[in-house]
C-alpha cells in the first residue's frame, strides 16, 4: 500500500471526542518510549506527524490520524508510566479500555513492544486484557536494528511464550525498525489486506 495523504484530524480526551464516521482504524499503543512515534512518523513518511502527540497535555490523549482519506490511524496513549498515581492511572486505563470496546471501526490494534527486552509484566498484562476482550492485535517489535538476529527472536519467542498462559491462539508478529525501516511494508500490507477484507480498498 502507498501512503499518499496523511493528516491530524482530532485529540480526544474521551471516546466520544474521537470523529464519528465509520471508517476503518488502526490503534498503535504501547509502554511510553517504545517507539511509537518513531514508528507511526515512518509508517506514514512524514517527520513529524507525531509531533502533535507528543505536545505537552496531548501525551494522554487519543490522537486521530486520517490516511489516504480511507482510514484511520489511532495513536493511544502510552500505558505504564512509573510516575503516575494510582487515580490517575485509573482514569488513565478506563479511557483505554473504552476505546477499545466503543469503536465500531477498529480493524486491528498494533501492540508496540521493545524488541531489546524480555518479556515485561505490563505488556503481557495488556495483551492478556486485549485477548480477554476479543480484541485483534498484532504485536509490533520495535528497535530491531538495536540487537542482532537471535536475541531478537529469543526475545520474541520468549513473549510468545508467556501469552501461552493466557491464550491458545497467538497472535501475528511483525519485526520492525523506525530507523532502517524494516517491517514497513509488511506493516502497511496487512493494514492493505484488512482494508480489502472490509471493502474498504
Ligand atoms: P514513544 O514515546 O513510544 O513515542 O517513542 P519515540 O518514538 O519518541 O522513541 C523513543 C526513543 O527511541 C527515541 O530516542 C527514538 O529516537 C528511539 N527510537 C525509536 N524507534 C527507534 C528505532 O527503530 N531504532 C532506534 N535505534 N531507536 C529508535
Not at 44 to 69: A, D, M, Q, W, Y
Not at 170 to 179: D, E, I, K
Request: charged share 25%.
Amino acid at each position: 500500500m502507498q501512503i499518499r495523504t496523511a493528516e491530524f484530524e482530532i485529540s480526544a480526551s474521551e471516546v466520544g471526542g474521537c470523529p464519528q464516521d465509520a471508517l476503518p482504524e488502526f490503534a498503535f499503543i504501547g509502554r511510553s518510549n517504545v517507539g511509537k512515534s518513531s514508528l507511526i512518523n515512518a509508517l506514514t513518511n512524514r517527520k513529524n506527524l507525531c509531533r502533535v502527540s507528543k505536545t505537552p497535555g496531548r501525551t494522554r490523549l487519543i490522537n486521530c490520524f486520517k490516511v489516504n482519506e480511507d482510514w484511520r490511524l489511532v495513536d493511544l496513549p502510552g500505558y505504564g508510566f512509573v510516575k503516575t498515581g494510582k487515580k490517575d492511572r485509573g482514569v488513565f486505563e478506563e479511557l483505554i479500555g473504552r476505546y477499545f470496546v466503543e469503536r465500531e471501526g477498529l480493524s486491528c490494534c498494533f501492540v508496540l513492544i521493545d524488541s531489546r527486552h524480555s518479556p515485561q509484566t505490563v505488556d503481557l498484562d495488556f495483551t492478556a486484557w486485549l485477548t480477554a476482550n476479543a480484541v485483534p492485535f498484532v504485536l509490533v517489535f520495535t528497535k530491531a536494528d538495536k540487537l542482532k538476529p537471535n536475541p531478537l527472536q529469543r526475545n520474541v519467542d520468549a513473549f510468545l511464550k508467556a501469552m501461552e498462559e493466557f491464550s491458545s491462539a497467538l497472535p501475528r508478529v511483525l519485526v520492525t525498525s523506525a530507523q532502517s525501516g524494516e517491517g514497513r511494508q509488511e506493516l502497511l500490507k496487512f493494514i492493505g489486506l484488512c482494508l480489502a477484507s472490509s471493502g474498504a480498498e
